[in-house]
């Protein structure tokens, strides 16, 4: 999830309007691909591997990726979600309420999502998954939720483009170094079912739900197709089995709690803009204000990571919440797909009022009013 975009959401991707990317001005192969691309990548790349390899094998991430690529010509037969985004796609053919549910399932996720987050944090800075990544977990999401309370806006453009690059480098060093060492929730790899392991494996995947155009744009469909086929390429290697090092130089050691601080920082950041994202939703969902959903998220979040601490779960478990809530909402999506949207009611005209003919001036100034109601903050 781009949880970051996303939702990614973390997420996977976890972009600062979890509702996925942001709609694309180009058309074709690269564009698609690009797109589908920045919608997944985020901190799933870091975690994912952290929790579930080798444990998923190869098949599970193909059938996963392969369910996906239907799903993305489900949608984009119906228009797609990349121009108005997946909430509207909702509510234009379900109606308000199922568009609400859809709020709510990226507000949950998003919030769950941030305890494996921050422990996924914690366990690459400190090489542990026990009470003391536990405990560093909780000053991760605190000081993340302070900083989003204090700061809300946030990257910059060019630390967002940067940062899926930073993951990505760090995710290959992980490969060829043989992962994380030892590997934070690496105690609950046995004996996962592969369903199981599939629910937490969409952690990956948020953001590709905003991400999808319309079938009339081919060639832009085409690339989005390819994103996801390199998305899923990329995660069989990265949850593969590490490579046979009998002797791993004694340098290791260092570069490996380098990679850790780094893959850390970058958790943390993910975990900032995510609750930026879920503060976002918990204002549409509440009409109240941006920083009371920032502390609501944060509290949440807490909350999954002591019962977690508490039932000694490991990042594993902690991802089912969020994988849960994203298949959920991609079923969401994929119901209101085959439903056509719904007749949009004819604005009636005003009648005139007596008001209006005494005050000539009076539907001037309204127009301005709602011109100036009406144009973006900022």
Request: one cysteine or more; charged letters at 10%.
């Amino acid at each position: 999830m781009s949880p970051g975009r996303a939702p990614a959401a973390a997420a996977g991707a976890a972009p600062v309007a979890p509702s996925g990317a942001a709609p694309g001005t180009g058309d074709g192969w690269s564009a698609g691909a690009a797109q589908a691309l920045g919608a997944v990548l985020g901190a799933g790349a870091l975690l994912l591997p952290a929790a579930l390899a080798p444990q998923p094998g190869p098949w599970t991430g193909v059938a996963v990726a392969g369910v996906l690529a239907g799903w993305c010509l489900l949608v984009a037969a119906a228009g797609g979600t990349a121009d108005a985004g997946p909430v509207a796609f909702v509510g234009d053919r379900l109606g308000p309420g199922p568009a609400r549910a859809a709020t709510a399932l990226y507000f949950g996720g998003f919030a769950t999502g941030q305890a494996g987050v921050a422990l996924g944090a914690a366990g690459f800075a400190l090489g542990d998954s026990g009470w003391r990544a536990y405990a560093a977990a909780a000053g991760v999401l605190c000081s993340a939720a302070a900083s989003a309370w204090f700061a809300p806006r946030g990257l910059s453009p060019a630390g967002r483009r940067l940062r899926p690059a930073a993951v990505l480098a760090l995710a290959v060093a992980w490969r060829v170094l043989g992962g994380p060492l030892p590997g934070p929730g690496a105690e609950d790899r046995a004996g996962w079912a592969a369903l199981l392991v599939a629910v937490p494996l969409l952690f990956g995947w948020v953001g590709l739900e905003g991400a999808v155009p319309a079938a009339a744009r081919r060639r832009t469909l085409g690339g989005t197709l390819l994103g996801i086929a390199l998305a899923a390429a990329l995660y069989c290697v990265l949850l593969g089995p590490p490579p046979a090092v009998s002797a791993p130089p004694p340098a290791a050691a260092a570069v490996g709690a380098t990679l850790g601080i780094g893959s850390a920082a970058l958790c943390w950041t993910y975990c900032r803009t995510n609750l930026q994202a879920t503060a976002a939703r918990w204002t549409e969902l509440t009409g109240r204000t941006r920083r009371g959903g920032v502390v609501a998220a944060a509290l949440i979040a807490l909350g999954v990571l002591v019962l977690g601490g508490a039932a000694r779960w490991g990042l594993p478990a902690l991802l089912i919440g969020p994988g849960a809530a994203t298949a959920a909402l991609y079923t969401l999506i994929a119901v209101a797909a085959v439903r056509r949207p719904r007749p949009r009611p004819r604005p009636r005209p005003q009648e005139p009022t007596d008001h209006d003919h005494a005050d000539p001036g009076h539907s001037e100034r309204a127009a301005h009013v709602l011109e100036g109601a009406a144009r973006p903050a900022g």
